[in-house]
């Protein structure tokens, strides 16, 4: 059975820093590119950031230079570091197994998420 399973998630002030963790089944981790999702209540889903299993990466204009995607193949995990966090970062954070770097690709499984607060 796939399980993505997100935790880091919390309440932190503006400026602070968060690390989210994935963990995943090892049969879907090594071989899909990675991403990270957010929604906040009443916006759309969007793609934060992407990791292929080359290493190639995608990250939201709205991120840039301050969120940073990885994965440890050896824990089957995934990992967003958060820094200079914003009160728009708020939102719902959600890790998926997807089937390219861009937008545009699908996403083939989802976890449950984990609940990111920026306080001002």
């Known amino acids: 059975q796939v399980q993505l399973v997100e935790s880091g998630g919390g309440l932190v002030q503006a400026g602070g820093s968060l690390r989210l963790s994935c963990a995943a089944s090892?049969?879907?981790?090594?071989?899909?590119?990675m991403g990270w999702y957010r929604q906040a209540p009443g916006k759309e889903r969007e793609l934060v950031a992407a990791l292929s299993s080359g290493g190639s990466t995608y990250y939201a204009d709205s991120v840039k230079g301050r969120f940073t995607i990885s994965r440890d193949n050896a824990k089957n995990t995934l990992y967003l570091q958060m820094n200079s966090l914003k009160p728009e970062d708020t939102a719902m954070y959600y890790c998926?197994?997807?089937?390219?770097?861009?937008?545009?690709?699908?996403?083939?499984?989802w976890g449950q998420g984990t609940q990111v607060t920026v306080s001002s």
């Open positions: 998926a197994a997807r089937r390219g770097l861009s937008p545009a690709f699908k996403d083939d499984y």
């Open positions: 090892g049969s879907i981790f090594s071989a899909n590119t």
